[in-house]
């Protein structure tokens, strides 16, 4: 009888070791392999692209159906992806234009730094400014194009641009807005707006077809070749 007992213990043994050997083969076979007998590929998220990003030697994630709205570009001199692109949806919202029809990232970029600085007659610093002193600033730092200092003078001087359908990217545009002659003047960005100092908002971006600016225009002038 114990004899017997001591058989079937044996036996049981031994096929509890042979399944658990099966088993284990059978896990590790179906992680590692699928139908075709291959290695199995690593499954990614949908609409991820992962490209490595050269100057900061990371990984970067970025959806492609986000990439194809913001419509990204990046600057000639390698300049922050990051940054073009958000001046890009914002610029892109004020002007009421696609990333097609935007100025140049220069142009939107000195634009933002100047944004909301206070009007003051005479001021030249990002405490308080006029006009014509941001005109000037931004014409010699976008383009390195050196001008007078007053909106008189800048209109005196300009090559004129005649009708308004002619306006481009960094047009100085003319206004009579006292008894004097040209008293205002802003630079022309795209769709009808453009950058000034207004004398109670500060730097900001208008409409030349509002009522206001359309009833005081005189004129546009260039002094850049595009």
């Not at 076979?29 to 949908?46: E, L, M, Q």
């Not at 990003?53 to 970025?62: A, H, V």
């Not at 908002?201 to 070749?225: C, E, P």
């Amino acid at each position: 009888m114990k004899k017997k007992f001591y058989i079937f213990i044996c036996i049981s043994i031994s096929a509890f070791f042979t399944s658990c050997k099966s088993f284990q083969s059978l896990s590790t076979k179906n992680t590692s392999t699928n139908n075709s007998g291959k290695a199995s590929s690593p499954v990614f998220i949908d609409d991820i692209n992962v490209t490595p990003d050269s100057r900061r030697g990371t990984i970067t994630m970025t959806p492609e159906k986000d990439k194809k709205k913001a419509n990204i570009v990046m600057d000639q001199d390698g300049g922050d992806m990051t940054l073009a692109n958000t001046l890009q949806m914002k610029y892109a919202s004020m002007l009421n234009v696609d990333a097609s029809g935007l100025p140049s990232l220069p142009l939107l970029h000195e634009v933002d730094i100047w944004w909301g600085t206070k009007y003051c007659m005479g001021g030249t610093t990002q405490s308080c400014i006029d006009c014509s002193a941001l005109t000037q600033t931004i014409m010699e730092d976008v383009y390195g194009v050196d001008i007078p200092r007053t909106a008189q003078a800048q209109y005196d001087n300009c090559k004129i641009v005649k009708g308004k359908d002619s306006l481009q990217e960094g047009d100085l545009v003319f206004f009579h807005t006292t008894r004097r002659g040209i008293s205002h003047v802003g630079m022309y960005l795209a769709n009808n707006k453009f950058v000034h100092a207004s004398t109670s908002q500060g730097v900001m971006i208008s409409d030349l077809n509002d009522t206001y600016w359309k009833d005081r225009y005189r004129g546009a002038g260039r002094f850049i070749q595009n």
